[in-house]
């Protein structure tokens, strides 16, 4: 038995990885742990500032080789931009980490109630949860194929993509000075991630590319004391999560440690599912 074999499992050196909405709070804390683990990461996302600063980070921080790039998921061609600039200056993908996602920008009407929910805002956020989580799967996956060498997509979902909103723990709660609450869109985009994943898995199996859901429980981002304090108590761990807390999760999921898993849902979650 070699030593450090099973260690080398985790290694991603030299992989070229994607990760999109790399600027969000869960988004830079992925981006940076793959490139801890040895992959060449495009930092992207939607403003170019914001990814060329967190792309110099990355690449200060841990040596790694990082391109930031500015993509709008939602729309086809600069998809394809994006995988033909990655491919050009960092190599074949070989991992997505496909965690784009839009609360659009008018907050309020993002959070507005079911009853009242209007259509505009519903195809705003599915044009990036979904729409855009299936244009990068396949822009990445016909590339996957094309050099075949296979590769990891991981796909971001919710845990309210598969479980209902509990809305007992909104009551008295804010979200960036706003009353915070889980709106129908973002519960069917996730809950799509997730049917998404089992598609891709099973007709890309024969190409050696494996796809799997991350589901993050509630992760601290700007929400009030009481609702985490609320949330908390719905949780056995008795919290909300860090967003460090989702990156392991990650790594496995990309390296070879799973290279027999595939159509998978990880639930990071705390617990909370298991109630």
Same mark, same amino acid.
């Given at each position: 038995m070699t030593t450090g074999h099973f260690r080398s499992l985790f290694d991603l050196t030299d992989r070229a990885a994607v990760v999109t909405g790399a600027c969000g709070i869960l988004g830079r804390r992925l981006s940076a742990a793959l490139a801890d683990f040895g992959a060449k990461v495009a930092v992207v996302d939607l403003d170019s500032a914001a990814v060329e600063e967190l792309s110099g980070e990355i690449a200060e921080t841990y040596g790694a080789a990082t391109? =930031?790039?500015?993509?709008?998921?939602?729309?086809? &061609?600069?998809v394809e931009a994006l995988m033909e600039r990655v491919e050009r200056e960092l190599g074949p993908v070989r991992i997505v980490s496909n965690n784009a996602a839009t609360k659009t920008d008018d907050l309020a009407a993002f959070l507005t109630p079911p009853e009242d929910y209007v259509l505009e805002t519903w195809r705003k956020v599915n044009a990036?949860? /979904?729409?855009? $989580?299936? /244009?990068?799967a396949q822009a990445a996956g016909r590339r996957m194929i094309a050099h075949g060498r296979g590769g990891s997509i991981i796909? *971001? $979902?919710? &845990? %309210?993509?598969?479980?209902?909103p509990d809305n007992r723990i909104y009551d008295d709660s804010l979200y960036m000075g706003r009353p915070i609450s889980t709106p129908?869109? %973002? $519960?069917?985009?996730?809950?799509?991630?997730v049917s998404l994943t089992h598609y891709f898995a099973t007709v890309w199996a024969p190409?050696?590319?494996?796809?799997? *859901?991350? *589901?993050? =429980?509630? &992760?601290?981002?700007?929400q009030n004391a009481e609702f985490m304090e609320r949330y908390g108590r719905r949780v056995p761990l008795g919290r909300m999560a860090q967003s460090d807390e989702m990156t392991g999760a /990650?790594?496995? /999921?990309?390296s070879d440690a799973a290279s027999y898993v595939t159509g998978q849902n990880m639930v990071v979650d705390g617990g909370l599912s298991a109630w």
């Open positions: 391109l =930031g790039v500015v993509c709008d998921v939602s729309d086809p &061609i600069s990036v949860n /979904l729409d855009g $989580a299936f /244009l990068v796909q *971001t $979902a919710s &845990i %309210y993509g598969i479980l209902g129908p869109v %973002y $519960a069917a985009s996730k809950g799509g991630i190409h050696n590319i494996r796809v799997n *859901t991350l *589901t993050p =429980g509630g &992760i601290v981002s700007g /990650l790594i496995f /999921l990309a």
